[in-house]
């Protein structure tokens, strides 16, 4: 028997049967079939309507509004929808609320059971009037008003399932439809403080599915007492802030009436964890905000029986903490493959020491756990393609797994990209025999986003017979009734705690009060920039500074790293790099906010300032801001031209008289306008104690001498300019320099700079030195300096592997040596750069001579690499008070070291520890920055 021959009235059940998401391509393409399916399927197809985007939204609801005879069938109207400029400005449309409740007026919706409407961004609901410095709203424009309620009170007396956001009513809005409601969804403005528990006190006596967001809740007691009240509760999903506890333990409680009929949770660890004693109940779980192995050791020792029901989970592992780490339970928790449940060794000057990624012995436990899981998403530490065969024999331990979700990819995928994921699907498929589906966690609701799957087809001896890429849906289990089954997107660790600092100064009154610094280094992640609905670190420390949050802030300091976030291919134009404009960058209003909200201002460090979509930089606010003592500026690549060079010296002369440190990067691009310090040179700072220039042009040495000597207080120096310039330091070897930068203690600076200051580097307690030739270094610190530098706390050294076209006779001290017994030597100085001098190979011992009392050591140069570092073991234990050293061994990214890479670092960790009995810390310097500490 075949679908043709089924008789017409049981195709509405067949079609309930169906997914939500999937229904609507599933019954276009049956009723395209044939007429027959085309009268059977039409109604039904209408029954659920499923709009993705405003433009789709606006037409199909102004269709529905004059075809009664279609409208009749809906009984879901489901629409996720950005608010455009465009629909706000117009005079004749409507806003997709306002659509929306034209529609149900119209009375054709009076079978009603579902209505879900989702409305992305947020700018569309409120401006900022630059002239006034007021926040004005659109009052009307995309809200929830009063005759929205009234219209679906009125017209739609079946309603039953409510799904909206974000949501600024109050609280007896939604209690004029509470009698009937099985379903709520509510997520606030995510720009204003909510507290959810007035909602805590209505009933809501057929209420099956409850999900809130970002909401703050002030009684968990209020909280617990509304559980209890909702007995019919089958699917609850908590989007509030990790470290918020919505449920109290119930590990004492009597749980057999306390939510009987929950079978789907999503929630954040704390809360899944609280309620251990009904997680059986469950057939779809979701964890958020884990720490290391804590899911493993939920399902395994906190319930020793496992949740064998569970069809459906979802774990997201985080990879940064809050708070002290041993505090959280069960982050040393581990299960071996045998079965034995063990804590691993808590350091003891570590906070966040162990690290437990899923890749490493996590999956067995979860396997073991839950059994029977049909639906897995993963997103956690070293979860990536590179990993993946490190899982693939604990995932072959879930014998019913159909459907695997993993958070692989980035936003723009090429074809060797999508066919290292379809050869992955294929791997995963052989090892799970009923697997059927293997995607890519989503990160928007934006259906033209990077949601990969790999859908798996079998020959009948069950043998993979294809893989196929396509577009899908994330975990179905629990959300069939879902229009807009979504696996949850991640952000990077350090974006993910900015936002959620920011969000919660943002929403908790007076929090703000306290600040007087705020320090932020941060990634810019895809999420921010794909997702409609996200709002990326820039935009949400705006938005606080303005609403007044931060009005006693003395330090901010903003780190944005890479360039991903604002720069990336553009096929079409065949070029590989263009700015992507007005994404995370320093507006003109930000400008005027920090002056008129943040009056105590006084230090100011920010990088990535460049033009903007609003304004260029010269025209941008920033070289306004007055009153700074503290001012660092690194610039966008090329963004700083020499009409900006020019304001930005206005700017720096109007504060030179209270600045007391000043740090800017030039960062100008090959074949830009060439920037030059010199006018700089010419203004005079009374205080100034700490001057970094980088990436600076000189033109004049003496000039640069001249502001030496005015400048007595300086305290630090650091000179990395361009190559090729002039010498920022004249040799000071026949001066008195008694007067001389007397308070100078840190200096950076090329060698020949720091060879130049020889006399006065005895005040120094630290040092960094770049570009220097073989063993220019140790002859600078024995034969230049006999007496060394016995106060240097601190030193850098970064030794040049190229020469470049130089006659390298010439260059002082490149040919000198030490003997191990002390005698100084000069290598054969024939031809042009014949003679090298790694690192390994008789350097240290001079050193350790010359700088007897170094606390903290960093080496960059030739032939340092693991395999020569038990040659400079012996030289490092020379150095009796050494307690950091950071070499450059790993020159890729830490997520891409293999186990065995790993291993290696931390031996060579223990092999030095040893040596050195004071070493605290062995680490990796540069990028990515590694520490062992022992």
Known sequence: MSIVDLPPELFPNVALHLPLCEAPSTLLALASTNSTFHELCLPLLYSHVILKNETHALSVLKALTTSPEKTRFVRGLHITSELSNEVRLSSTELDVVRAVERLIRTGYLSDLHTLELHLQGGEWYKRLDEELGEIIWYEGFGEFEAPFWESLKGFCPNLRNLSLKPVEASEDCVERLSGGLRSLYLDPNSYEEMCFDPFLDMNFPYLESFTVGHWILGDLTKAMRFWERHSTLRDVCIGAYPGDAWFSDCSSMDVSGFLPALRRLKASFINVRNLAPILHRLISLEVSSSLNAQVPYLLREILPSGLPNLKSLLIEQASNYGGRFSEHEAVYWYETPNGEFKEAEKPKRLKQGFLKPMVDGYLHSIARGAPNIEELALEGRDMDMKNHHRILGDLSNFKRLKKIFVQYLPRDLDEDTKDRFASLARDTAEACPLLETFGNINRSLDQDSNYLVARISRAGDNEVKEVRLGLGNGLVVGQENCAFPLTSGGLSANERSALAVLKELAQREGKGNCVRGLHIASTLSQKTLDDPNAIDVLTALEKLILSGGLPRLQTLEVHLYGTSWYIHDDPEKREWQRPLEGYAEFRKSCWTDLEQFCPHLRSLTLSEIGNTEDNHLTNSGLFDIQNLTHLSLQFRSGSLDRLGNKKLQECVANMAPHLRSLCLYADSQDGEERLFIDEYLDLSFPVLDSLKLVWWELEDSAKAMEFWD?????????????????????????????????????????????????????????????????????????????????????????????????????????????????????????????????????????????????????????????????????????????????????????????????????????????????????????????????
């Open 710 to 934: 005015r400048h007595p207080t300086l305290e630090q120096i650091e000179i990395d300019p361009l190559v090729g310039t002039l010498w920022w330091f004249i040799d000071c070897s026949a001066m008195d320099t008694s007067a001389f930068l007397p308070r100078l203690r840190n200096l950076k600076a090329r060698f020949q700079e720091i060879r130049n200051l020889a006399p006065i580097l005895e005040r120094l307690s630290k040092l960094e030195v770049i570009g220097s030739n073989n063993a220019q270094v140790p002859y600078l610190l024995r034969s230049v300096i006999p007496s060394g530098l016995p106060n240097l706390r601190s030193l850098l050294i970064e030794q040049t592997t190229n020469f470049y076209n130089v006659e390298f006779s010439e260059i002082e001290g490149a040919h000198w040596y030490e003997a191990t017994n002390g005698v100084f030597k000069e290598a054969d100085k024939t031809g042009r750069c014949r003679w090298r001098k790694p690192m390994w190979n008789g350097y240290l011992h001079s050193i350790s001579r010359g700088a007897p009392n170094v606390e903290e050591l960093a080496l960059s140069g030739l032939e340092m690499r693991p395999k020569n570092h038990p040659r400079i073991i012996s030289d490092i234990a020379s150095f009796q008070r050494l307690k950091r050293l950071f070499v450059q061994y790993i020159p890729k990214a830490l997520d891409a070291l293999d186990k065995k890479e790993k291993e290696q670092f931390i031996a060579l960790a223990r092999d030095t520890a040893e040596a050195c009995p004071s070493l605290e810390i062995f680490g990796n310097f540069g990028s990515p920055r590694v520490l062992v500490v022992l």
